[in-house]
């Protein structure tokens, strides 16, 4: 069922948050291109939110800091390859599409390149021709309305044509498309990955079952806006772009059981954590739901149902380095950061993590 959106909670003062009050100088040679041969590999900073204290591990030691009764969510969503490079049909030229947001059967909203051309009526073809599209009508941040053709399956065109929608920072080309989902991806809509989910392997994720915690699954479609740099000086003017999320009973049980008991509620990835804390109600219970989220978390916010986060490194003053700031504290959030500078963690998408317990 639709739910009424969550509306962000402000706290006196927070008026005056500004986006460099979330800068930090992240050096560009720390921004990791490649994925590690091994998930589990990766580094793994630990940030107690009560003190600030930092410690640093290896990933695969995140199970010596999750507890019988702890519940896991995780984000099952998949990313669809939604990068489709083609040509113009009638000069030829080169063009970008960005597959956004699936609005029909064939329809989809999209970002496409050079966007100026791309006009009402404007046709495009992808693989000599085995994917055919017509540009509908331009909406919402320049964005474009796109009519497919072909013979056969989407997916099954899409997957033999389409690229990783990568995100702008990362400048090599994936050799393995599957590095970009995690290992429990099911349910196909994501522009971009829930990358805070790569460093989980299966035998990690069955060792942590075997020990007695819980793992819930929600789903959150991943949109470009994850990318959108905050424009406004003043946070509190920054618009947040819908995303869709479903929570089953299943999963709702689970978490809700853990808050019941006393149990922590750790979400792997900022996705997990927008998703339940959209969903939840007042007293931090969830139900069986689906909807569209914008929810904006910054210093201030009361979370209703996460108490500790894995994550990963985020960039400056971006809308995620404000939602760690808020389970945090904005000092020890940049100070851990400024940590994993020194430390020469590797950052974004395909970076080191970080628990915030």
């Known amino acids: 069922m639709e739910i009424k959106e969550k509306i962000e909670e402000k706290t006196q003062g927070n008026a005056a948050l500004k986006k460099s009050d979330f800068y930090f100088d992240l050096p560009q040679e720390l921004i990791a291109q490649d994925p590690l041969a091994d998930r589990a590999a990766s580094r793994l900073l630990t940030l107690r939110k009560e003190n600030g204290a930092i410690e640093h591990h290896v990933f695969h030691d995140i199970i010596h800091e999750l507890h019988p009764g702890d519940c896991l969510v995780l984000n099952d969503t998949k990313v669809i390859p939604a990068r489709l490079m083609g040509v113009r049909a009638d000069t030829g030229a080169s063009v970008e599409v960005l597959l956004l947001k699936r609005k029909e059967h064939d329809v989809w909203e999209a970002l496409v390149k050079p966007g100026k051309k791309a006009r009402p009526g404007m046709q ?35 997957d033999k044509l389409g690229e990783m929608p990568l995100p702008p920072y990362i ?4 050799q393995d498309k599957n590095r970009y989902q995690t ?11 829930p990358t805070a ?20 699954y929600v789903t959150l479609h ?21 995303e869709s999320y479903q929570i089953t009973e299943e999963a709702a049980e689970k978490i809700n059981n853990a808050k019941r ?5 750790i979400c ?37 149902v996460m108490d500790a986060l894995i994550t990963n490194f985020h960039l400056p003053e971006s809308t995620l380095v404000m939602l760690v700031s808020a389970l945090a504290g904005r000092e020890h959030v940049l100070n851990a950061y400024e940590e994993a500078v020194r430390e020469k963690y590797r950052f974004f998408s395909f970076g080191d993590a970080m628990f915030i317990r």
């Open 183 to 193: 290992v429990y991806a099911k349910y196909e809509g994501s522009a971009a990955a």
């Open 268 to 304: 792997v990835g900022t996705t997990s954590c927008r998703t339940v804390e959209s969903a939840a109600d007042e007293n931090g219970m969830l139900h069986a739901c689906s909807g569209n989220t914008q929810i904006f978390i910054y210093p201030g916010y009361r979370f209703r």
């Open 261 to 265: 008991s006393g149990n922590r509620v």
């Open 197 to 216: 989910g790569l460093h989980f392997t299966k035998e990690l994720l069955q060792a942590i079952a075997e020990k007695g915690i819980e793992i819930a």
């Open 171 to 174: 400048t090599h080309k994936l």
């Open 222 to 242: 991943v949109g470009l806006g994850t990318f959108r740099p905050v424009k406004t000086d003043n946070i509190l003017e920054h618009h947040m772009h819908a």
């Open 124 to 158: 495009l073809h992808f693989g000599n021709g085995l994917l055919q599209a017509k540009v509908l009508d331009i909406v919402e941040e320049g964005n474009r309305l796109i009519q497919f053709d072909y013979d056969g399956i989407f997916e099954q065109v899409l």
